[in-house]
Each structure stands twice: as structure tokens, then as C-alpha cells.
């Protein structure tokens, strides 16, 4: 996949086939996201030319209250690879900042058309955009369609009676719901990160851990899990993965760590991503360390059952 960070990277690029673009911030890449990818990617075919994806960075809801924007799903790495997994031709992450002023008419005749060239448009039922969202799909389809453009306005998508969401996962993530989150995602909920030295406390615990760098201000998950490692050779691998601020230890930033069952190698630096199978618990203040290595052997035993039954 074809990746553009900036206008002038993307003004450098070839002539491009025609386009079919699809937009949005697809944070997660949940099925209902899924749905208007695949649109997209039908209509590059019927037009014999390439599907790009338009999102943009900061996320808007950060970009205007960066304490209070919800925690992302997806980090840009893990969009990238999603979207790249699903098929995306070409990815243009627009910054926020350069696009956020344009009126509905300029981000369809300077960046749809100009920009990106596009012939067909792919977006969600509850699309917004130009300078204070005040451009609506009715009016990128009347004003679109005088320079040739299609939009395609794809319907929501609905998982037990509710409308599948980035806001819905991320709320059944906090109950602790993985499968509700699974359903809606289409796979299960995963975070990746480069591993990391840590402060080597599991290891004289018994319980060497993989510290993985989340790279991010808040998680929307949090507490003991059961897990599955992948981008390791021999993986798929099982393990019980943490996620949280080791209070028994005196607190801090949120870590993730993973406990990979059977398994003794240097991985520090390798990218890796877990997989969240099941929570098994809340994080807990423990009243000293024995009681938390008691825990921990219990945390082991319950993920290999709840691994070995999914295999």
C-alpha cells in the first residue's frame, strides 16, 4: 500500500489511475468501517483504478480537545497495517490542521478532485466535513456531481440492535465485554508496540515479561487478560497479558506487559501485537509481592484454560 503523509508527497506521486476514495478516520477498522472500505474497493475495480483511504491525524476529537478525546482504538501503525491487510491501495493521512478550514466547496473541488483526483466517493452514513462539519452528504453528492463525481452513501452497520461504532467498542471494552468488542471489530482487540526493557521485577518474580511500549496517553482496556502474542516466530503464542499501572508496586504510567507461556528468548526491540482474548480480571493493590506472585500463578492457570478451550 502506497502511503502519503503530506500534499507535496502525494502532488509527487505518478499520475494516479483513476480513484475510488473512501474517508474517514476509521479508528479500529470495525466491521461497519470494513463495509465501506469493500465499497471502495469494488468501485476502483469498476473503474479499473485504485482505492485510497483519506483519514487524517491528529483525529479530529483530538485535534480540538486533546485532554479529553477518548482513547484511540488503533494507533496510525495499526490503521496502516489494518488497512493494508483489508487491500487500501493507497493511504493519504491528511494533518488535521491543513484541511480542518476548508469550506465544504474547497474540500471537494481542491482536495477530492484537484488533490486526489477522485471519480467515486465511499463514506458513512453520518459523514461531515469542511470548516465546522457543515457540509453534508446531500451536498457533496449535488456539488460532486458536477465535476463526474459518485458518492456512495454506505448504510450503518448493527450488532445485536446496536449501531456498530468506534464509541460502542470502546465502551464494551471498559465493561470488559471482548465479545462484544470481537463481534463488533471482527477480530479480536489487539495493541501493538515495540518490547521494551522494563524494570525486570517479573522476571525475579518467576514471571518474565514482555514490557511492550504503548506509545499512547490512555488505553481503552485495562486489567488481567488472556492473550495471544503474534509476529514472533512459532506464533500464534499464549500468554496473559496486563495492562495498567502496577499499583502494589507503587502505580505510574499504564504498561502493557505479557507473560508468553513456555517461552525464554530475547525479543527485546521486536514489534509484536497482543491479542485480548478473554479479561480474566480487574488490576488489583496487592498487600505484598507473595500475594501478587500467588495471584499471578492463578492469572496463568485460568488463561491456559480459557486459550485451550478457543483453540
Do not use: W
Not at 473512501?22 to 472500505?37: K, S, T
Not at 491501495?89 to 473541488?109: N, S
Not at 508496540?193 to 525475579?204: A, D, E, Q, S
Not at 480487574?282 to 500463578?297: G, P, V, Y
Amino acid at each position: 500500500m502506497r502511503l502519503y503523509r503530506t500534499f507535496p508527497s502525494l502532488r509527487r506521486s505518478p499520475r494516479p489511475k483513476p480513484r475510488a476514495v473512501a474517508i474517514g478516520v476509521f479508528d479500529g477498522l470495525h466491521i461497519g468501517h470494513q463495509a465501506i472500505l469493500e465499497r471502495a474497493r469494488g468501485a476502483a475495480h469498476e473503474l479499473g483504478g485504485s482505492s485510497l483511504v483519506l483519514t487524517f491525524e491528529p483525529t479530529p476529537k483530538e485535534f480540538f480537545s486533546p485532554a479529553t478525546a477518548p482513547p484511540r482504538l488503533t494507533r496510525f501503525r495499526e490503521r496502516f497495517e489494518l488497512l493494508q491487510a483489508l487491500g487500501i491501495d493507497e493511504l493519504f493521512c491528511a494533518k488535521f490542521g491543513a484541511v480542518r478550514e476548508l469550506t465544504p466547496r474547497a474540500f471537494i473541488d481542491d482536495l477530492l478532485v484537484g488533490d486526489l483526483q477522485a471519480r467515486h466517493v465511499v463514506v458513512g452514513d453520518d459523514f461531515r466535513f469542511g470548516a465546522d462539519r457543515s457540509g453534508t452528504v446531500a451536498e457533496l453528492r449535488a456539488h460532486g456531481g458536477r465535476h463526474g463525481l459518485v458518492v456512495t452513501e454506505v448504510p450503518p452497520v448493527f450488532f445485536k440492535g446496536e449501531r456498530v461504532s468506534s464509541t460502542a467498542i470502546r465502551e464494551a471494552l471498559k465493561a470488559g465485554d471482548l465479545a462484544a468488542a470481537r463481534s463488533m471489530l471482527g477480530r479480536d482487540y489487539s495493541i501493538s508496540g515495540r518490547v521494551v526493557r522494563g524494570l525486570g521485577l517479573g522476571r525475579k518474580l518467576g514471571f518474565p515479561t514482555a514490557n511492550v511500549n504503548l506509545k499512547r496517553l490512555q488505553t481503552p482496556v485495562d486489567g488481567i487478560f488472556a492473550a495471544r502474542v503474534t509476529g514472533l516466530a512459532g506464533g500464534p503464542l499464549d500468554g496473559v497479558a496486563s495492562v495498567g499501572t502496577r499499583p502494589t508496586i507503587g502505580g505510574g504510567r499504564a504498561l502493557l506487559e505479557v507473560l508468553i507461556f513456555d517461552f525464554d528468548r530475547d525479543i527485546y526491540g521486536q514489534y509484536i501485537t497482543v491479542e485480548f482474548v478473554k479479561r480474566l480480571r480487574e488490576e488489583r493493590h496487592f498487600a505484598d509481592l507473595e500475594a501478587l506472585k500467588r495471584q499471578m500463578h492463578a492469572d496463568v492457570a485460568a488463561a491456559r484454560a480459557v486459550l485451550e478451550e478457543r483453540s
